[in-house]
């Protein structure tokens, strides 16, 4: 069965983590993604840790491997005119473009989307940056924290009596990529209504600002700043620890708290001062002690288990042991085994959602620095095998 985008072909520009990752999401659903490294050393992702083996190897990189699979690899330089010129070739026989460079970078090149439109009108070229391609910010750095922090999330994340946080991993960088993918899926079904192509601006920044579902319309409409959690209380949804980890135990809509108390058994509990939502963040911190001296007698999933039974809110904190076991995760079939030339078979966390219809679909490991090159340039652009290798002894691909 055929993935919901085959016949659609994107050159990936891209490098470290949103844009590959839109054109993964891409991949996976049945588009040919050709994804174009610098020769000799490819793109910044393969020199990202951790490593297979803890070998800093080109082809080793686990972010790599994992954001770049289902593609095609090809080399090419941009900053000569003979590897423009190839550019420009590819874009003729593309529909969809995107890259994540500094704002700056593709005009500089030559390669603006009004450039390229008019080689291709039909072009899609989806550009994905800090802030966006167009404002007083469009070309400051930034890496995930700084985004974090500029987006406003970092504000309503973590206690109010400690500094603001930032959540782990590079989640910024996801949502760019996330939303990405989605606008340039919309992007194709208006060519098909219009036959035109569009120029899309994704500001990573504003991905995560657009997340502030409550803060924002908080502020505006009642002048009132949403700030983080009190230190303690706040209807428990502290973490607690049991036995042998975490948990997260909530209230929930419809719970009555004589129900609750019945089921932790705390008879200290039943005292007036915690019928109510009020008393009990008022007395958050007397609260907090009896759930913990309680919870350190149970071990987490009998405890989520049996809350969970009983309608309540209770979640556990999963580490990455834990997941890559989750039974619930393999029923969904949430994993799968994607074999690599260099590194053999890993177990990825791989399907984001599913479809009945056109399912993701895994068909190659991440390719090497410059596997495609003979394929794409004989194959798709025509170049003989001779024409081929003297580029390459240029150091033009």
């Known amino acids: 069965m055929e993935g919901a985008l085959a016949g659609i072909r994107v050159l990936d520009l891209t ?21 174009i490294e610098k020769p000799g050393e490819g793109e910044g992702a393969r020199r990202m840790g951790p490593f297979v083996g803890d ?75 800090n802030f966006g391609q167009t404002g007083p910010y469009r070309d400051y750095k930034a890496q995930d924290l700084i985004l974090y922090a500029m987006s406003g999330i970092m504000s309503i994340s973590g206690r109010q009596d400690r500094e603001p946080i930032k959540h782990g991993l590079f989640q910024a960088q ?14 194709l079904y208006i060519r098909e209504l219009w036959g035109r192509g569009q120029h899309i601006d994704v500001s990573i920044a504003e991905c995560l600002t657009s997340e502030l579902v409550l803060a924002l319309p908080y502020y505006t409409y009642t002048g009132g700043v949403q700030g983080r959690m009190p230190p303690q209380g706040g209807a428990f949804g502290n973490i607690m620890p049991c036995q042998d980890g975490y948990v997260v135990a909530q209230m929930g809509v419809g719970t009555r708290w004589e129900d609750f108390v019945d089921f932790l058994d705390i008879p200290e509990l039943r005292d007036p001062k915690f019928a109510t939502a009020e008393g009990r963040i008022r007395h958050g ?42 039974p619930h995760l393999e029923a969904r079939n949430f994993f799968r085994e994607i074999t690599h030339q260099v590194v053999g078979s ?20 991440a390719p090497l620095l410059g596997e495609h090159n003979e394929e794409i340039y004989e194959g798709l652009l025509g170049l003989s095998a001779s024409e081929r290798e003297q580029l390459q002894a240029e150091g033009v691909i």
């Open 15 to 35: 490098h470290y983590i949103a844009g590959p990752f839109c054109t993964r999401l891409l991949a996976d659903h049945g588009a040919e993604v050709i994804k």
């Open 55 to 129: 070998d800093p190897h080109p082809e080793k990189s686990i972010p790599f491997l994992y954001l770049n699979w289902n593609k095609k690899g090809i080399t090419l330089n941009l900053k000569a005119e003979r590897g423009r010129e190839l550019f420009r070739a590819l874009v003729r026989e593309a529909d969809v473009l995107v890259e994540n460079f500094e704002p700056r970078v593709m005009p500089g090149l030559g390669l603006s989307y009004t450039e390229l439109q008019q080689i291709n009108p039909a072009l899609i070229m989806t550009s994905i940056s």
């Open 174 to 187: 996801y949502a760019g990529g996330i939303n990405g993918a989605l606008t340039t899926v919309l992007a």
């Open 285 to 326: 911190a007397e609260l907090d002690a009896l759930l913990v001296e309680k919870f350190r007698k149970m071990k987490k999933w009998d405890l989520y288990h049996t809350a969970s039974q009983r309608r309540f809110l209770f979640g556990v904190v999963q580490d990455p042991a834990e997941l890559s076991r989750c």
């Open 346 to 365: 890993l177990r990825y966390p791989a399907e984001l959602f599913k479809m009945t219809e056109t399912p993701a679909q895994f068909r190659r490991g």
